[in-house]
């Protein structure tokens, strides 16, 4: 399981017309967008991680991975 200290930002997004920095990480089972945030509140939100990687609902595919805009 990912530590929130390990995200390291490894690129750009944009998000609301501003570029933010992103870290990557891969969806393990069980993962939410809510989940993902409680895990990484202090760096991101949940529209945020919505919006960086055009998702639609909170439901997550095992494996894939995802950008973790780092907006905070």
Do not use: C, H
Request: aromatic share 6%.
């Amino acid at each position: 399981m990912a530590k929130t200290n390990s995200l390291k930002p490894v690129g750009q997004v944009l998000i609301n017309e501003r570029e933010v920095p992103f870290a990557t990480y891969r969806v393990q089972d069980g993962d939410t967008t809510y989940s993902l945030w409680l895990r990484f509140r202090s760096m991101t939100t949940v529209g945020a991680l919505n919006a960086a990687n055009g998702l639609q609902s909170n439901e997550l595919v095992t494996g894939k991975t995802l950008k973790v805009p780092l907006v905070l």
